[in-house]
DNA sequence: ATTAATTCCTATTGACATACTATGAATTGG
DNA sequence: CCAATTCATAGTATGTCAATAGGAATTAAT
């Protein structure tokens, strides 16, 4: 029942971009070099994103990243969802799942009900609120 | 994100325990065809609710295995904790885990709101909540 | 006392996923 | 031209998952 690294450093590398949010491309070395995470592997995460069009990537150097949305658009669930694959507990609840069990099966409620408690949180958490709170945890040894 | 086969066969096999739980042991062999899963594997599985005192065990020919509590007293999250471990989602939410970053690091704001959302589900049903659910169902088509 | 049914215990296996590391090509600003 | 960067692909060590396998110990029924 584990988030990997791979939907962790993405919401890290999200978050980060929001921060330095300049219109100025952000390095992946600089990212790296903030969260402390292998920047040859984030070079795969963020591959992703950009595939996507998650974030626009600028070539050459003094190239880098930005975000392609405004904080505001994206949510945690579709950054988690994008590099994670789906976040439903277990195969069965996912969209046009088949399985023959389904009709007798109860246990099934159980899995339905973790997996909305779970879209309920990701999908009303965007990046810009996980940016102003750490901003506004940052300001507060400012006195 | 999955919840791995060992839960979701450990609360099919307690259900399957509440649902016949005449007082007369019921052997796995049994379970594990009305189940249809390998009843090897199903004995590595309630070999940790036998350790756990979640059932108890009859030996020998005739044997098998009853509930030692009420069915009310099992919540399905007792059960998943036990046979898959913590069903946080990431180790930085555990109890007493220690993270250097922990202080600055945002996103465990994310990963709270997981946990807390899912322990909410799981530890609000309990095992005579989905008897009862899988007997109402079952009586659905008497008439 | 024997047999058959059962639980109990431990080891092994194949497939797959995770979390990287490594190498080098392509692109581009200075 | 060069250094900094992104892009693409391959490799690798480790671990987990989901069983399977084999047999010992126990006990009710005959």
Chains 1, 2 share one sequence.
Not at 22 to 48: F, H
Not at 59 to 77: D, H, I, M, N, S
Not at 119 to 131: P, S
């Amino acid at each position: 029942m584990k988030i990997s690294t791979k939907g962790r450093y993405a919401l890290r590398l999200m978050l980060d971009l929001a921060l330095n949010n300049t219109g100025e491309p952000v390095s992946l070395k600089d990212i790296a070099k903030r969260q402390e995470i292998s920047d040859k592997y984030l070079e795969q995460i963020i591959s992703v994103l950009n595939k996507a069009k998650y974030v626009q990537s600028i070539r050459g150097a003094q190239g880098g990243y930005v975000l392609t949305k405004k904080p505001e658009e994206y949510t945690v669930g579709m950054i988690l969802r994008l590099t994670e694959g789906s976040l439903a507990p277990v195969a069965c609840v996912e969209e046009d799942y088949n399985c023959e069990r389904m009709s007798d099966c109860t246990t099934v409620l159980v899995w339905k009900k973790i997996n909305d408690a779970v879209n309920e949180v990701v999908d009303h958490i965007t990046l810009a609120d996980l940016r102003d709170y750490e901003m506004q945890k940052a300001g507060e040894y400012v006195i």
